[in-house]
């Protein structure tokens, strides 16, 4: 079996008659949630049966769950978070362990759900120019710092049973524009990047997924990096990220034309999977047939990807919920 080189997501809170028919034929590499689709236990584990019995297989299904100001669960299906770089100030020197902790919860919050992804870790390393839209995402300001909690924040993932998606290679945190909305264009000069913002990917190398940056690297090339051959080939290569490599949202202001030829642009780059969200079903329609079904090589990816898949460490929630507390002063939730 070959699948659809694409993340799909659903309009509403299950299934229409229409998305079952069309992902049944597309079979998708996995879904995307969002909060439109999110109403309560029962009807969350309900939509993602629907996905799986429609691609007749244990798809992944991921979401954006950072916690802070992205997080698609909250209150009272989910534990409010800061935002991750205001929990790694407030943890201090504890900040490893704090968000080991606070990501094997998430991750817990999501597994009972049969959600079985999450879009982190982040790796973008926040500088003073970054944009407010990600700076108080990320969790640190130095390539050692991010690649540590990362690293933990993988971890915790793992542990409880859910892939991570290790974002936005290969760097993000100099952005001065906001992706969703504009193109954002990197001057930084190439041993500056690879110093600090690749490095920081680089030291995460070996994490099973991943998700590009709409960003373009003058340096590398006038393309983003999310359809840039250029940039792709130094993901490859240069920082080593063997990883499926999945595309940031390609419905996102940053690039330009059509979502389809968006999604071939991406796949010929060397994207392996198109992530496409909150477009209506023809648009979803036109992208996989775009995008088409993966390569030999993004399949063997895909398939290592679901083998890090594991049953979820034992975990004693108020062991963890307490230990979380005093490392942070009780001051853990947003």
Known sequence: MTYGATILDAEGLRLTADEKAFFRDADPFGFILFARNLEDVEQIQALCS??????GRNCPITIDQEGGRVQRLRKP?????????????????????AMY??????????????????CAPIADIAYAET??????RCYGTSAATVARIARTVATAHLDGGVLPVLKHIPGHGRATADSHLDLPHVASHPEMLEENDFAAFAALSDLPLGMT????????????ATTSPVMMRLIRERIGFDGLIMT???????????LAGNARASIEAGC??????????????AVAEAAGTMSEAAQTRAERALEARRAPVALDIMSAER??????GGQVYG
């Open 213 to 224: 940056a709409h960003l373009v690297y003058e340096a590398y090339d006038d393309r983003p």
């Open 323 to 328: 230990e979380l507390a005093a490392l942070m």
């Open 248 to 258: 940031d949202d390609i419905s996102m202001k940053a690039l330009q034309g059509s």
């Open 77 to 97: 299906l989910a534990r409010n978070w800061h935002p991750p770089l205001q929990h790694v100030q407030l943890a201090g020197e504890d900040a490893v362990r």
């Open 50 to 55: 629907d996905f799986r019995e429609a691609v």
């Open 272 to 285: 392996d999977v198109v992530l496409l969200c909150n477009a209506p079903l023809e648009e979803r329609i």
């Open 101 to 118: 902790l606070r990501y094997r919860l998430i991750a817990h919050e999501l597994h009972t759900l049969g959600i079985d992804s999450n």
């Open 131 to 136: 944009h407010e839209f990600l700076r108080n």
